[in-house]
């Protein structure tokens, strides 16, 4: 490599520095430019990060540095800049397996998100493995995207869609998982954390009774890895699926951990480029994983983009960043239970970031509007739970979500804003 491809290389895998000293939130607000600006005259107060996360400075230079002087396509080019788009986006492959603790590179696949990864798994391993009768076991607290891809997987094989009930809690009734794992049970898909109730379900126990059956387990982690440390080894699951714009990355890319020996048995479920070994007009023969789930362009800069958000977090020190954020997350509830009128769905004893609420004579929209009037971001609906909604007999909640660089003063002027829409509305 030339000097100059070496210097440009190392821009895109953005090498790892020193720790940056113990963890401080109001330091590192710093990394994140769309955090300093005014909404509606006031400072903004940035309480979404459920929905998607803030993108701290290094990944948006990352972004730049591969547009303005990198790009190309991967894989199949011998000329200068497609190699080193290659190296940079199997080098981010690198870094979330390392950021995961799987084994190998090869079971970390690219895809465009949480969604799209759980599609895959439905789309490759239920048609290879699911037939009729067969029953795939969700929870109640699930977002939308890990029931839907199996209700229409369920409704093409003649396969059922069993369910662990949760309690008043919004806690999973751990005590019904032993009879709902049947010998019919083909896969066990469950949320690592809810993204409305904050619950952290026990999957690592999940994953132990699921396992001694033989059954695998997939966990949807959107809402987790963006919290603390996951090491898929440690909990021995067969699937892991997470969103790149949650944690701190770009939008429209995403990762599906696999164990190998079952990516291996799966078959491809887009043909196109870069899936293939060999391709006649009579018999295409697939590539081995990851590449057989990868047909196509990928998005290329966002995986460069992920691979430094990774690094970032390696950087501030996840570790120290959740101590802060678990401090944070009790200072919010206790906080919030303060208000009048103001109830907490979501009373899990282990909880991770995610407060949702509904308030007496208040709408959880208009609850959303006006604090947006403080410049206060929140989510207000049904957070694409629908059945935690029924659950609860609610239409919606409004949604306060934490990350590390929020601050106690945030927590006070959300409290401060609901205050005023208690005083608008009773
Ligand atoms: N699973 C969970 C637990 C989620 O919270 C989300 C997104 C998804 C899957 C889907 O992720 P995507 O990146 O593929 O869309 N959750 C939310 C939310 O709570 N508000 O907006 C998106």
Redesign the pocket.
Known sequence: MSPAAHALAERLSCPLVERTGPFDPHRVRRDFPVLDQSVRGKPLVYL?N???TQKPRDVLDVLEVFYEAANANVHRGVHHLSQIATDSYEGARNKVRQFLNAAHDREIIFT???????NLVAQTFGRRYVGAGDEILVTAM??H??IVPWQMLCEEKGAKLRVIPINDDGELRIDRLEPLLTERTRLVSV??????LGTLNPVASIVEKARERGIPVLL?G??AVPHFKVDVQALGCDFY?F?G??LYGPTGI?VLYGRSELLDSMPPYRGGGGMIREVSLEKTTYADPPARFEAGTPHIAGCIGLGAAIDYLNRIDLEAAAAYESDLFAYATDALSGISGLRIIGTAIERVSVISFVMDGVHPHDVGTIVDQQGVAV?AGH???QPVMRHFNIPATT?A?TAFYNTREDIDTLVRALHTANEVFN
């Open positions: 979404d459920a929905a998607t465009s998100g949480t969604t799209d990864s759980i699930e977002h995207s890990n949320v690592h954390v809810s993204n409305v949807d959107a809402q699926a969103s714009h949650k995403g989510r957070h694409c739970a949604r979500a």
